[in-house]
């Protein structure tokens, strides 16, 4: 695994890296302001990383603002399948969000052969990423110590989220690494189903609990809410684990023995199921689209006790609630 470098950002910039001399030699607050001054309009800061003998690459948000006194939570956001990192980051404005919130956001890439329609190892699903069985695991985990050599992460305080594809490697990377990941947000995923040529797949029960936020639209026709094979699949023998399997696992994994509470905020279009308390101060939600699809859902707001939230300050909101101890 080599040296991160920072490419030449999409709006200009000199295109220097960070090396680690400059790094040693600016204090953390000029350090914040270089690679700020290195974001492109959205700002965001394009980064490579070495993994297993290939160049992946990311993008890193650095909050406005940041405390440079401050030990800053982590959250890591993953596209879905045929996506790529600069387009999840311009369709759920995470970045925005995050600044309000006061946390680092890395949007990684995915594996493929073309540009802009990659996806991640998520063993039943999906594409490049599976064929190939990449170790996207090992891979975020090693994008995770980069940046925190580089920032004042706080280890404490990791997330991650995820769309459809992005959402199931979520909910692998809490299975497979509760011990890095305080909560996890999957939105329109599946805890396991069964590959193109039926070869069946479910995430493993953690060690320890973690929280869990699922967004899921009743309608989703490609990661179906009750499970199943998608009608609009041309595999057959592909299908996903409903949303109810994903309670079932995760209040069993976090210790949830009372009995969740229902309500609708928005009678017939918002649904809310809470586990309340878990075991170790973990906590298991479902939000229900009631007329939601597959896609990212930027209409919906959530209610809060001030204003409606966005998805994407919902989803940093509940992150926040949460830390490893």
């Known amino acids: 695994m080599t040296e991160t470098n920072f490419r030449r950002p999409r709006g200009g910039g000199s295109g220097r890296g960070v090396s680690r001399a400059l790094v040693a030699t600016l204090g953390l607050a000029s350090l914040l302001g270089a690679v700020a001054a290195r974001a492109d309009d959205g700002g965001l800061v394009p980064g490579t990383l070495f993994w297993n003998g290939l160049e992946r690459s990311y993008l890193l948000h650095v909050p406005s603002g940041a405390d440079s006194n401050a030990r800053l939570p982590l959250v890591v956001a993953l596209h879905g399948a045929g996506q790529d990192a600069a387009s999840f980051a311009e369709e759920t404005r995470f970045a925005e969000a995050a600044d309000a919130n006061g946390m680092l956001v890395v949007f990684p890439d995915g594996s493929g ?126 299908s996903n684990m409903s949303v109810a399997d994903a309670l079932a696992f995760w209040s069993a994994a976090d210790g949830c023995t009372a009995e969740p509470a229902r309500r609708e905020p928005e009678t017939g279009k918002l649904r809310l199921i809470d586990y309340g308390d878990c075991r170790d101060g973990s906590t298991l939600v479902l939000w229900e689209i009631k007329d939601g699809e597959h896609n990212w859902p930027a209409g919906v707001q959530f209610p809060a006790r001030v204003a409606m939230r966005s998805v994407a300050d919902e989803i940093l909101a509940f992150f926040a609630e949460h830390r490893r101890e």
Request: overall charge positive; aromatic content about 8%.
């Open 113 to 238: 052969n073309e540009p802009g329609k990659l996806s991640w190892n998520a063993h039943f699903c999906c594409g490049i990423g599976a064929a190939e069985e990449v170790d996207d695991i090992g891979f975020i985990g090693a994008l995770i110590d980069r940046i925190a050599a580089r920032f004042p992460v706080d280890g404490k305080r990791v997330y991650a989220t995820g769309m459809s594809n992005g959402g199931m490697l979520s909910y692998q990377l809490a299975a497979a690494r509760p011990d890095r990941f305080a909560a996890i947000a999957p939105v329109s995923a599946a805890i396991g189903g069964t590959s193109r040529n039926g070869d069946r797949f479910v995430i493993a029960t953690p060690d320890r609990p973690v929280s869990v936020m699922i967004i899921h639209g009743r309608r989703d026709p490609y990661v179906p809410f009750d499970g199943g094979s998608s009608l609009l699949s041309s595999w057959p023998k592909r």
